[in-house]
């Protein structure tokens, strides 16, 4: 797929996802929340506790299929604008992770349950 291909898909397939890390990690994302870090507590908290229920649910859709390859750093930055500078594969892999156990950490705050 080329990157205008990736970018469609990932706006079609996962809207809520695509537009999470459209806005939390584009090529801004420093100016906007400081850090990686800063980026990561935003998405843990911004938003109802069901937009984000349903972001991870996307996120779980995103994994069973994009997720399974072995780079999924080319998904990243050609699928969602992600400007984060991840330079070996397993970093693609762990920056995903992170942003989902960011959703679910928020959520389980807000709530006071072990949703998952």
């Given at each position: 797929?080329?990157?205008?291909?990736?970018?469609?898909?990932?706006?079609?397939?996962?809207?809520?996802?695509?537009?999470?890390?459209?806005?939390?990690?584009?090529?801004?994302?420093?100016?906007?929340?400081?850090?990686?870090?800063?980026?990561?507590?935003?998405?843990?908290t911004?938003?109802?506790?069901e937009?984000?229920k349903?972001?991870?649910?996307?996120?779980?859709?995103?994994?069973?299929?994009?997720?399974?390859?072995?780079?999924i750093?080319?998904?990243?930055?050609?699928?969602?604008?992600?400007?984060?500078?991840?330079?070996?594969?397993?970093?693609?892999?762990?920056?995903?992770?992170?942003?989902?156990?960011?959703?679910i950490?928020?959520?389980?705050?807000?709530?006071?349950?072990?949703w998952?």
């Amino acid at each position: 797929m080329r990157r205008r291909e990736f970018w469609k898909y990932a706006e079609e397939t996962w809207p809520l996802l695509h537009s999470l890390m459209t806005v939390h990690f584009n090529q801004d994302f420093t100016v906007d929340y400081g850090s990686v870090d800063g980026a990561m507590k935003a998405v843990a908290t911004n938003g109802s506790v069901e937009h984000r229920k349903a972001i991870i649910q996307e996120w779980r859709d995103w994994n069973r299929s994009e997720g399974v390859k072995d780079d999924i750093r080319p998904f990243l930055r050609d699928g969602f604008g992600v400007y984060v500078m991840l330079k070996k594969p397993i970093d693609g892999r762990n920056f995903m992770n992170r942003v989902y156990d960011e959703l679910i950490a928020g959520v389980r705050a807000e709530t006071g349950t072990h949703w998952k």
